[in-house]
């Protein structure tokens, strides 16, 4: 019996700010999986700011989506029939196959989540999944955090963010200092540890950094770029590092962006280490990064947040609020309820 | 007997290009060493690109010279005087006490040379020196440069460019590639062994750079930002290195100098590592660094070239000659005759 799907398909490269028209809802019938195949019902979609990146051609941080196809990204779903010995049906499986809520997907193209009953499964696709990782591999690899470092990070009441600030403040920071978008964002960073937060809205970052940080910082970890990138290199001191994680203030420009202002000389007479960051570069930490984070999750060091969408039909919505800045903590969108 | 000195002192802080007139050649009288000082008479003094960056207050690269005094920088000269049991007259020292052609100094504040007859003292200026260390520890340690790097350096036919170039090559770069000024210094860069050159002025330097170097490159070593910098960045594979030493095309910018385009998706998208350099950071490497060197320069392996000024009243003219790109390899101005 061939099986009915409902996908959503890239409709068209959005010129700037993407709207509801670069999206389209279709439904798709597959033919039964063949031998090696599984199916996989979604129990919950990612939707994440590097995904604007898959929507251009060009210099992006993961293959492009085409134009007239599925889009692509994190899922955790269950296997509801499998023609594969290595994954049974039942199976709880993270997959890079959703924005969808059913597929027929080669069984290596899953991954059996383990048990973590105690834990959200929606957690592999935030805190204990890519963006997790992300914050772990950034802090602590590429902007090779130290105790006792003062660090400023950026869209820290994000999924990134917020785990960035609380690991270090978990590892000894100084000082952990974040930037968001609302007062509400900046009163939760707060109770969750942040030593100090502000709200970008509020003036120059640069003054507002300054306020917030005013011995300056050893690292900055990058969500955001141009003014918050700006004001976080004349913050830095020697030796400070960058991990440029993201820039999601310029994700829909439709001209060049313009670069960190007097960049060479700062970099030079404060000799600043600035590195790109990729999830995909740092998979063998995965190991430590889970058991270490799930048991700060577990021992109740470790807050967190989640913005949840209901329903595939609220999957574009969630996607351009998230590029807005509307969620706390992971957004995620959610496609039937946990499984038992 | 008092000791007359001239000495030039900075008359003012230039807005945009330096002029001779922001420069004032003095005659002063020192009194007679006390204990433990020396009088040394400076052979030869340096101009540096970076003492540009000593004219302004703000972000430098090292401490600003003050309006109405002695302007500091490396020099070489003799001891003809000495009252301090750690340095001899006669003694050949480096000194950062130039502009001046004779000065009265703590013993502490000079370095004696070791011996090396068969070279000439002004490499301890350049290629021996503080651009040569500059140009080892940004390619090396900085730059992180492997075996079989393809590598792009800007203001190639400087000081530290046709170093980085050369130890590029002496290291096994696959491919060095150079930017310079005029069609001699081009020239001059393929006859020592870069396998491609090209004269910035002749195109946009992004498509002569594709030119030059159509598989990009692993490294590129910036002295010059800018547009070199946009460009390089356009031209580094994934996971490239870049050292930031210098930026001489916004050395004289009067406002705030625009910083690489589309930086933060390029850092993303290619993980690059972009580190600022000071040589001050790297003088543990003195050692190998002078073993190795002056040993390539023995054998014939490394070719020097210095562009001479004469006579103290000369250096003005140098130094603003040199922030134009007047020199080929080393600037040096000469005040007496090699000691024999």
Known sequence: MPITAREWHLAARPHGEPTPDDFRLVEVEHPDPAEGQVVVRMVAMSVDPYMRGRMRLGPSYAAPWEVGEVMKGGAVGRVVESRSPDVPEGALVLTDAAWRDVAVLDARAVRQLPATEDLPLTYSLGVLGMPGLTAWAGLF?????????????????????????????????????????????????????????????????????????????????????????????????????????????????????PGPKNFSSLMIAKRLAVTGLLVGDHTDLHGEFTETVSGWIRSGQLAVRETVYEGLENAVPAFLDLLKGANTGKMVVRLAPDPD
């Open 141 to 257: 690899r590429v902007a090779a955090f130290r105790e006792g470092d003062a660090v400023f990070v950026s869209g820290a009441a994000g999924a990134v963010g917020s785990a960035v600030g609380q690991f270090a403040r978990l590892r000894g920071a100084s000082a952990v200092v974040g930037s968001a978008g609302s007062p509400d964002k900046v009163a939760w960073l707060r109770e969750i540890g942040f030593t100090a937060a502000f709200d970008y809205h509020d003036g120059r970052v640069k003054d507002l950094l300054a306020q917030a940080a005013p011995d300056g910082v050893d690292v900055y970890f990058d969500n955001v770029g141009g003014e918050h990138l700006d004001a976080a290199l004349g913050a830095l001191h020697v030796h400070g590092r960058v991990a440029i994680c993201g820039a999601i203030s310029g994700y829909n420009a439709t001209e060049s962006v």
